[in-house]
């Protein structure tokens, strides 16, 4: 009788299996879990985590649970690509991600011919979704010409009568938010002193801070990340210099004040208006700090794009990926950046850039 009821149990539990009452719905986010850039992949991993866990605790979608994949590119293009098609191979519908352009154009060609949607948190180059492969290729952040207008507007305003140079990383980010910026600051009447290439990773870059110094360089943009600009101001201080420090969305991290101690005192950026501010966000913010997690950056930003896609499943009722990017195309979808859309070409319509100042270990509104 024993094993008979044993039995029973085992067939009970394998018929629930098989008639979808286990469902679940991969989704993923990949960004750079590790190297130089990977506090922003823990900005993206634990809000998508974060995400996840509120879905799932509130019914899931569409009666099933959403199961996490996490990815790591550490901004490598090639590498972006390897794991894009890991994550074809472990069924994932959804793809939270990812950081840097230069991963996440690459990547977008995988999940275009494989029916997968693509929702940026952070992927900021004009190219992301002006040449999308697909119809399913999407971002919740801003864009590279937005951000370079903004900043070539403060470096007119500002320093159009002093020494301005800009210099720039020669990735797909930090060259394409350098040249916007020297477009529109050129667009007003702005002359650069200076503009110049690095090489990302180094950690010696006294002869770009020597030459900068020959200049007389009042004002430096930095189109690049915030691990070499940290340095590089650090190294403008020890020379001497007081130059002010101008760059944008990837120094939205406290590790680029672990970088610069003092010497980042003054530095300006460019990032979408905090969103942790939202009133929408406020319940998800509380539950991060009660977990003594950070809201920096892209976290809720990752959070937001699995919030849409997940929006946009329930609206299509599955997740068959032409009814899903049509729910996307048409739908207006609450989140914590508020409420947001996507125009025709997969762009969100969200508020622009602000002005940040980073001051005594923190960043705030200018």
Not at 90 to 96: D, L
Not at 138 to 148: E, H, K, P, S, T
Request: hydrophobic fraction near 40%.
């Amino acid at each position: 009788m024993k094993k008979l009821l044993l039995a029973g149990v085992a067939l009970a539990g394998s018929i629930a299996m098989t008639s979808g009452a286990f469902a679940e719905i991969v989704i993923a986010t990949a960004g750079p879990m590790t190297g130089q850039y990977a506090s922003f992949g823990q900005q993206m991993k634990i809000g998508a985590e974060q995400a996840v866990a509120d879905i799932n605790a509130a019914g899931g979608v569409n009666g099933e649970m959403l199961k996490l994949e996490i990815g790591d590119d550490a901004c490598d293009p090639k590498q972006a690509v390897a794991v894009a098609n890991q994550m074809v191979g472990k069924g994932v519908t959804f793809m939270a991600g990812h950081f840097c352009s230069g991963s996440s154009i690459p990547a977008s060609a995988v999940y275009a011919e494989e029916g997968i949607v693509q929702i940026s948190p952070a992927s900021t180059n004009p190219k992301f979704t002006d040449e999308r492969p697909g119809p399913g290729i999407y971002r919740v952040c801003g864009r590279d010409d937005q951000q370079g207008s903004v900043a070539g507007q403060l470096l007119w305003d500002e320093y159009k009568d002093k020494n301005v140079a800009i210099i720039q990383d020669k990735t797909a980010y930090g060259k394409g938010l350098a040249d916007e910026t020297k477009a529109a600051f050129e667009a007003l009447g702005g002359k650069v002193a200076m503009y110049e290439a690095y090489t990302a990773g180094e950690k010696d870059y006294t002869a770009l801070v020597s030459k900068l110094k020959q200049a007389k360089i009042d004002a430096l943009y930095v189109g690049g990340y915030h691990t070499e600009a940290g340095l590089i101001v650090r190294q403008m201080r020890e020379q001497g210099m007081d130059t002010v420090l101008i760059s944008g969305d990837a120094l939205v991290t406290d590790e680029y004040w672990s970088i610069t101690g003092d010497a980042g005192e003054g530095t300006l950026m460019t990032f979408s208006p905090d969103p942790s501010l939202n009133p929408e966000a406020a319940p998800v913010v509380e539950e991060f700090k009660a977990k003594g997690l950070t809201t920096e950056g892209y976290v809720l930003y990752t959070y937001a794009a699995i919030q849409a896609y997940v929006d946009a499943v329930k609206a299509a009722g599955s997740t068959d990926y032409d009814a899903v990017t049509e729910a996307l195309n048409s739908g207006e979808f609450p989140t914590v950046l508020g409420n947001l859309s996507f125009d025709d070409k997969g762009d969100v319509t969200l508020p622009g850039y602000v002005w940040y100042k980073w001051s005594k270990g923190k960043y705030a509104y200018k």
